[in-house]
């Protein structure tokens, strides 16, 4: 008659040798990073509106007309901006006196992905 084992907390037996307690795989950390620098800049209700109202204006939007629409100051709208375009996730371009903000094919993928995750059907 075969004896039955039981696993105990602490004790050495075949089972640890079972794959679903190798531990984790390992992930990349630039990796996370990058998406956490990412996830982060949309995290905030101000840089997460800029960034919709960007990707729902065609050829860009001048600064003076982001600050009006969301009811920030113009500093409040720098600084959210800067770190919206240090992430990656909008392009400026200069013209004359006017910066203008457009979407990065990264930040229209992660509206997108949101969009359908809610089922919107845009």
Not at 21 to 38: I, R, T
Not at 54 to 59: C, D, L, R, S, V
Not at 97 to 111: E, I, V
Request: glycine fraction near 8%; include cysteine; aromatic fraction near 4%.
């Amino acid at each position: 008659m075969a004896q039955e084992t039981t696993d105990v907390p602490g004790d050495s037996t075949e089972s640890d040798a079972d794959p679903c307690c190798a531990g984790p795989p390992e992930v990349d950390s630039d990796a996370l990073v990058a998406d956490l620098q990412l996830l982060s800049a949309m995290g905030n209700d101000t840089r997460y509106e800029l960034l919709r109202r960007i990707a729902n204006a065609e050829g860009g939007v001048c600064v003076c007309d982001l600050q009006g629409a969301v009811g920030v100051s113009q500093s409040a709208v720098s600084q959210a901006l800067s770190r919206l375009y240090s992430a990656g996730l909008v392009s400026r371009r200069k013209e004359g006196s006017w910066r203008y903000y457009d979407t990065t094919d990264a930040s229209d993928a992660l509206l997108s992905t949101l969009d359908d995750l809610r089922g919107d059907d845009e």
